[in-house]
């Protein structure tokens, strides 16, 4: 059975730090990319970054290239996003997904499998 728990979210200023930790089982981690999304009311779910297990290569959306930095580890088959300058407008559930690495980056939801059930981050301004 798999399963991706997400932990980390919370209340931050703006300006603040977070690191959010999504926890994998139930998957071979090294066939996989995991991916991390956020989604804000009323709006589409956004691709924020992606991370090859196996290589550890990354991919960023341009929208949050420089602030957030996806990193994993693999004794604890938990991958992390580190977001630093944090903006009110990055208030959304946060979800990491995990998909089959065929050496191409997916940046849809869609083309996902498997997502954790989401943690809530909220930047006040």
């Known amino acids: 059975q798999v399963q991706l728990v997400e932990s980390g979210g919370g209340l931050v200023q703006a300006g603040g730090s977070l690191r959010l930790s999504c926890a994998a089982s139930g998957l071979t981690l090294r066939n996989y990319a995991m991916g991390w999304f956020r989604q804000a009311p009323g709006n589409a779910r956004e691709f924020l970054s992606v991370i090859a297990w196996s290589a550890g290569s990354t991919y960023y959306a341009d929208s949050v290239k420089g602030r957030f930095t996806i990193s994993k580890d693999n004794a604890k088959n938990t991958v992390y996003l580190q977001m630093n300058s944090l903006k009110p407008e990055d208030t959304a559930v946060y979800y990491c997904?995990?998909?089959?690495?065929?050496?191409?980056?997916?940046?849809?939801?869609?083309?996902?499998?498997?997502w954790g059930q989401g943690t809530q981050v909220t930047v006040s301004s």
């Open positions: 997904a995990a998909r089959w690495y065929g050496g191409f980056w997916h940046t849809s939801w869609s083309d996902y499998n498997y």
